[in-house]
């Protein structure tokens, strides 16, 4: 599993501050990939709508939870996929492709694996497949994207650890780095990471601009093309 550098403590500080919105308006000025891509879709769910923006490094791998074992009722925890969550920066977010035909029948997040998770270092988990137990893991902090709801984990088990996944349209490789909040979740180029905040600064300045000159009595269709200008 690759790792990334990590960035400072002050630069995840400063990323902390701005939603995702504010985030990918920044990243387009930029210019390094199509504006259509690098966030979850519609079918992913933010559990925790009014939590802070989660930010953290992506633990990947994929999952299934409609097929029982060979032999056995259950399949075993693996702690190379623990191991594997430790040898990324903290904070983590685990990210977990479901692959199953109809993804979503189990879930491999709830109030247990949310506890260790957390002890490993996560801040969050992303999934196209589903999550349950949701207000135990709301009081323990951790954030959660998922497609579906679920009663049971059915027969939930990882596999393929650090593989690149896609969830939601987005796709993910280990170490991405993920902000996440009530509108969806984002992948920040790594490259441009430490940049971000001071560019979505001066878009969040911009657009003020432009709010509040529409609340303004000098609010003018032509001088609204000038001043929207500044936001492009």
């Not at 992506?58 to 969550?85: K, S, Y």
């Not at 977010?93 to 506890?115: C, N, Q, S």
């Not at 349950?132 to 679920?150: D, I, K, T, W």
Request: charged share 20%; aromatic share 6%.
């Amino acid at each position: 599993m690759p790792v990334s550098a990590p960035l400072s403590e002050e630069a995840l500080t400063a990323l902390r501050q701005f939603d995702t919105c504010t985030i990918a308006n920044a990243i387009e000025k930029f210019q390094i990939r199509l504006r259509n891509t690098g966030f979850t879709n519609a079918s992913v769910h933010c559990r925790f709508p009014h939590a802070g923006p989660m930010l953290g490094y992506a633990v990947t791998a994929r999952l299934r939870t409609e097929d029982p074992p060979i032999t056995g009722f259950a399949f075993h925890n693996r702690t190379d996929f623990w191991n594997a969550i430790q040898r990324v920066p903290r904070p983590s977010v685990l990210v977990l492709e479901d692959m199953d035909p109809h993804p979503g029948r189990g879930a491999f997040v709830g109030d247990v694996h949310a506890a260790i998770l957390k002890a490993l270092g996560c801040v969050g988990h992303v999934t196209n497949g589903a999550v349950r137990e949701v207000p135990s893991v709301g009081r323990m902090g951790l954030q959660l994207f998922s497609g579906n709801l679920a009663v049971s984990h059915a027969y939930a088990h990882i596999y393929d650890v650090g593989s690149p996944v896609e969830v939601g349209g987005m796709e993910v490789h280990a170490g991405d780095l993920l902000h996440g909040d009530l509108h969806g979740v984002l992948n920040i180029p790594l490259e441009i990471a430490a940049e971000v905040p001071g560019v979505a600064s001066t878009v969040r300045s911009a657009e003020q601009r432009v709010i509040d000159f529409c609340s303004s009595s000098e609010f003018s269709v032509s001088k609204l093309s000038e001043i929207t200008k500044t936001v492009e």
